[in-house]
């Protein structure tokens, strides 16, 4: 498929996966009526998953449309997008540190599991979540009068919405190896 | 000059970044200011068509449990205009509700007159820092900023942004945007919050050591600050902490409405607010 196309495509399944479905799923981490709440944010995704040599000013530019359609159907004014520009600014210098040669000279691919190996990948997908769900629950709560709470819901989130970023990418993968064959 | 472009061609990336974070901060900021979140709000059109499109989903898997809460509300109904039928007003001096009357030998003091919009609940938050309800009328409706919401079983909130087929409505659970002045079963009054963690707890926090409460109480809303309806169940008391140093009590509340599953709420027109605000205006501007 035309790479365009395809992250276009990857846009809208990330947008409505997000709003629709993880949206409406709020659960208790430590099921004790004192837990925090949480949702999983999958639409980091789309980021992370452009192709290696896309340039930091496009992927600025992508960021900051995701985050904005996403602040619009959660109404968080920019909260969304002020932490995914923060994402995409850094994820070059991440996939730098990470990668054995110049993300520029690998042509055609995108970061998976399978052009990068599953620590690389783990590794780049976890750090940058983190750092996202950070300074987006931290914009969030908009101080730090309650870190305890707050930490605790960065952690939960941030599990959770790995769990679920794994989900997806082990389903995206396995159509790939089988369409190959 | 060539230098300064050499300067922005180098950097581009960094500007770029700055510039589009002060773009979202600012964004952010205005929304915090009491107009501004009309330009991204889930009343605003793309999202609310969206939304509306999964609620339509949605609203017919849910119609049993909708049923019933129509019923139970309709048997509440019931139950007030048998109570009002039966008010014998020469008797009793004081008379809660509104009644229009046209018979002029009894006294009745009409200080209140409410109508009642329903509205169909289309997008629902419990878990943010403030939670905004996003129901399916807006101005054609008659729905107007300020006017106060409420579900079958208790207070909801107040609505904060309209649209012309929309509305958010900004619920009680909220961080400081507003407070609820409440009323405990002895008259003791006083405002309540959210923890700002649970969508089922409220707190009233500094309660005086004399006002008698215990475990199971209702509280109500009051007539004072103007802005929501008398006599409107909020929550029932959960817990009662007291504070040793002070002797003051720490309420803890169950809200009545169920923010989790809310389907069908009234909006409340107050008509003779306006009459209100008028007397009470001139002495709220002195300082």
Known sequence: MNVYLKNIFRFCILLMLQVIVLNKITLHWFTSPSGALFNPLIYPLFILLLPFETPVWVLLILGFLMGLAVDSFMNTAGMHAAALILLAYLRTNVLNALLPRNPTEYVNMEPSVKNMGWSPFLVFCGFLLLLHHIVFFSLESWGFNSIGALMLKIATSFITSMVFILIYVLLFTRQHVAKSH | ?287
């Not at chain 2, 009323?183 to 649970?198: C, I, P, V, Y």
């Not at chain 2, 926090?205 to 929501?228: C, L, Q, R």
Request: net charge positive; hydrophobic share 40%; aromatic share 8%.
């Open chain 2, 1 to 287: 000059m060539r230098n300064f472009i050499l300067i922005i061609r180098r950097f581009f990336n960094l500007i770029l970044f700055a510039l589009l974070e002060i773009v979202s901060i600012v964004l952010i900021a205005r929304s915090r200011t009491i107009q501004g979140d009309d330009i991204i709000s889930s009343s605003n059109a793309v999202a609310g068509i969206v939304y509306k499109k999964k609620t339509d989903l949605f609203y017919y898997m849910n119609l049993g449990s909708m049923n019933d809460s129509l019923l139970s509300e309709n048997m509440r109904l019931r139950k007030i205009v048998d109570a009002l039928h039966s008010v014998d007003t020469l008797k009793d001096f004081t008379v809660q509700r509104a009644l229009p009357t046209k018979d002029t030998s009894v006294h009745v003091v009409q200080y209140a007159s409410y109508v009642y919009r329903t509205a169909r609940v289309i997008d629902n938050q419990v878990d943010n820092v403030n939670n905004y309800i996003t129901i399916n009328r807006g101005l054609k409706d008659g729905i107007a900023k300020g006017m106060s919401v409420i579900s079958g079983n208790g207070l909801v909130g107040r609505v904060e942004y309209v649209s012309q087929h929309f509305a958010s409505v900004l619920s009680i659970l909220n961080t400081n945007k507003y407070q609820v002045s409440a009323r405990l079963k002895d008259g003791t009054f006083k405002s309540t919050n959210w923890d700002n963690e649970r969508p089922d707890v409220l707190v009233m926090k500094e309660m005086p050591a004399e006002a008698k409460v215990k475990k199971g109480d209702s509280v109500f809303t009051t007539s004072y600050g103007n802005t929501f309806p008398p006599d409107v169940l909020i929550g029932t008391v959960t817990s009662v902490e007291i504070n040793k140093k002070s002797g003051r009590q720490q309420i803890m509340l169950k809200p009545a409405t169920n923010f989790r599953n809310l389907q069908y709420v009234y909006v409340l027109d107050n008509q003779m607010e306006v009459e209100r605000k008028q007397l009470t205006e001139p002495s709220n501007k002195k300082p």
